[in-house]
């Protein structure tokens, strides 16, 4: 079993020498633990965070440890009677080729129905990252039909369930994302009415004359994946009562400062901002995965995915995660 350790922490960038590979043997199978081939990993921003020793949300990564992350992939042997070999299951089981799970554990593994939905987007659009844009959209930005909503890293896993998600509701979606490709593809493919490509303007200023132009009517909602110059340039232009779902703000996460120009916008327009960790609100997965399941299930949200191959993979394409160079959901694939 081929394993990526967590081998030292980052000081500032993270770089492909804070991780090892190793190799060990599977244990043998207590009962109720089940042993699951992985075919898919997923690699996600938070994962940045959690190696570092800071405190967060989440426990750090413990040095010497597989790191941790979401796998989709297929039990081979079960000592558990909810599971059989063949069973397509979702898990938590790292960055490794098998895991061994306590299977009695809630929520440690899901079976999951690959009949219309492929096993990989249980990973993304059907999984935790769908989750996340549902929860931002419904719960806090709780958008009326007509309202307009943005979203950053708008192709990103997250980004692109939140564009599919806002249209389902009557929303004029509008989507920002690095590059002429990434937002062609947003407004073909992904149903958003206007995409933004950040990269073609210098300043917030710049920046915000654009959203003009795509926001007619302001801003209603507004999905937080980055921060910076993109959170300056989207607070100037938010409506009176405007919600903003604070998700994420990957660009800091190797702890670049992101300095807020403006914050006073945030009382003169009465603005609620709200952070919120999607692992902390269980009780709406089963809500949002069904209409996920759904959509993508309809052919109306079609994920994107880059798929890096083989374990080895992993750290590279982790990296690249980070500095944006994956177009839709970022997966390495196993077997
Ligand atoms: P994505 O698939 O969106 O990938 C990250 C994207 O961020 C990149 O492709 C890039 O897209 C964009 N980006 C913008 N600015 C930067 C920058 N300065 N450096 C690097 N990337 C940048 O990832 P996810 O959909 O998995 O996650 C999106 C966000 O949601 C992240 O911030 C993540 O931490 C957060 N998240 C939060 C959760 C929660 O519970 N709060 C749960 C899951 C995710 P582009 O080229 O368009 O700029």
Request: hydrophobic share 40%; charged share 20%; net charge neutral.
């Amino acid at each position: 079993n081929q394993q990526i350790l967590l081998d030292n922490r980052p000081s500032g960038e993270a770089v492909a020498g804070n991780f090892k590979l190793v190799s060990s043997d599977t244990p043998a199978l207590a009962d109720g633990q089940v042993l699951v081939r992985h075919h898919f990993m997923s690699l996600d921003p938070y994962m940045r965070g959690r190696m570092n020793d800071a405190k967060s949300y989440a426990q750090p990564q413990a040095l010497g440890q597989v790191m941790g992350g979401g796998t989709a992939g297929e039990v081979v042997e079960s000592k558990n009677p909810k599971f059989a070999a063949g069973d397509k299951v979702v898990g938590m089981g790292g960055w490794q080729e098998y895991s061994v799970v306590d299977a009695n554990q809630p929520g440690a593994l899901r079976k999951v129905d690959t009949t219309h939905v492929p096993l990989s987007h249980y990973l993304g659009a059907v999984g935790m990252p769908g989750v996340t844009a549902w929860y931002g959209l419904v719960k806090i930005i709780e958008p009326k039909a007509g309202q307009t909503v943005v979203v950053s890293a708008a192709t990103g896993a997250v980004g692109s369930a939140f564009g599919a998600l806002a249209k389902a509701r009557g929303c004029r979606a509008v989507g920002i994302a690095g590059g002429p490709d990434k937002c062609k593809y947003a407004v073909d493919e992904l149903g958003f009415d206007v995409c933004i490509d950040y990269k073609e303007h210098k300043d917030a200023a710049s920046l915000s004359k654009a959203l003009k132009q795509a926001c007619p009517d302001g801003i209603d909602g507004y999905f937080e994946n980055v921060g910076g110059m993109i959170l300056d340039a989207v607070l100037s232009r938010m409506n009176a009562f405007g919600r903003i779902a604070l998700c994420g703000m990957i660009a800091g996460y190797d702890g670049q400062p992101l300095p807020m120009s403006y914050p006073q916008l945030i009382l003169t327009n009465r603005l609620k901002i709200q952070g919120f960790i999607v692992s902390e609100h269980m009780e709406v997965w089963p809500e949002a995965l069904k209409e996920l399941g759904a959509m993508v299930g309809a052919g109306k949200l079609k994920p994107r995915e880059t798929i890096a191959q083989g374990l080895a993979a992993a750290p590279e394409a982790f990296l690249g995660l980070l500095k944006g160079k994956n177009f839709g959901k970022q997966l390495v694939k196993l077997v």
